[in-house]
C-alpha cells in the first residue's frame, strides 16, 4: 500500500497570468466598475494582485477610481436635499461610464492607464 505524497505545510505561491490573460482581465474588470461599482475592482485586487504587476496596477487604479466615484455618489445623495445633488448623481454615472470604457480599451491594447479625478487609496 502506497502513501499519498505530503502536502505542502503552506499554499503554493499562485502562478503569474501571461499577458493576454493579464490584460482580460483588467479589461474585465474595469467593464464590470460600470455596472457593479467597485465591487468588481475590490474582488479583483484581492484575488489578482500577485498575478502580474499589470494586471495589479489596473486593479488597484480601477479600485481607486470606482472608491472615488462612489464618494461622489454618497455626497450627489447628500445634495439631493439642496437640489445640487439631481446634476451630481447623473454626472457621477456619465464619468463612471466614460472613464471604465476608456480604461477597458486601454486595458485590451495592453496600455497603462490612472484615471483621472481619481483619489489614491492604493499604490
Not at 25 to 52: E, Q
Amino acid at each position: 500500500m502506497t502513501m499519498p505524497p505530503p502536502q505542502p505545510p503552506y499554499p503554493a505561491a499562485p502562478q503569474p497570468l501571461n499577458p493576454s490573460d493579464e490584460k482580460m482581465w483588467a479589461t474585465l474588470i474595469h467593464v464590470g466598475g460600470i455596472f457593479f461599482g467597485f465591487l468588481p475592482a475590490l474582488i479583483g485586487y484581492i484575488v489578482l494582485k500577485d498575478r502580474g504587476p499589470f494586471v495589479r496596477a489596473h486593479t488597484a487604479t480601477a479600485l481607486n477610481f470606482q472608491l472615488t466615484m462612489l464618494i461622489a455618489e454618497l455626497v450627489g445623495y447628500a445634495l439631493m436635499f439642496v437640489l445640487v445633488g439631481f446634476l451630481v448623481v447623473p454626472a457621477v454615472y456619465i464619468v463612471r461610464i466614460v472613464f471604465s470604457i476608456i480604461a477597458a480599451i486601454r486595458a485590451n491594447k495592453g496600455e497603462w492607464y490612472t484615471y483621472p479625478l481619481s483619489i489614491t487609496f492604493l499604490r
